[in-house]
Nanobody, 122 residues
Framework: QVQLVESGGGLVQAGGSLRLACAAS????????MGWFRRAPGKEREFVAA????????FYAGSVKGRFTISRDNVKNTVYLQMNTLKPEDTAVYYC???????????????WGQGTQVTVSS
């Protein structure tokens, strides 16, 4: 069982930056691949970024590649999402999730956080 709690969301102007964090409980955090997803108003939840259990590989959605960076600290049981050059279309609730498998498929993730709101003003 893994419990996930996101933090770091907020209101930022277009072009600005935010860093999201997701703290995980449990001693098995380092055995899970982690992902970030988002859901914008009126839209389906979509994949943002993923990282392997060791942190050695990452994978990004095309819409955020080059602007967002996912990382993890297996000592602190935390995964991060550094978001730079934010755009109004990045406005969404952002969720972190844990999976036994590395990738972008929502259905492969077993544990989810409650989400944190990110709002980018133009």
């Amino acid at each position: 069982q893994v419990q996930l709690v996101e933090s770091g969301g907020g209101l930022v102007q277009a072009g600005g930056s935010l860093r999201l964090a997701c703290a995980a409980s449990g001693r098995t955090f380092s055995s899970y691949a982690m992902g970030w997803f988002r859901r914008a108003p009126g839209k389906e939840r979509e994949f943002v970024a993923a990282i392997t259990s060791s942190g050695g590989r990452t994978f990004y959605a095309g819409s955020v590649k080059g602007r967002f960076t996912i990382s993890r600290d297996n000592v602190k049981n935390t995964v991060y999402l550094q978001m730079n050059t934010l755009k109004p279309e990045d406005t969404a609730v952002y969720y972190c999730a844990a999976s036994r498998f590395f990738g972008g498929r929502t259905e492969s993730y077993d544990y989810w956080g409650q989400g944190t709101q990110v709002t980018v003003s133009s």
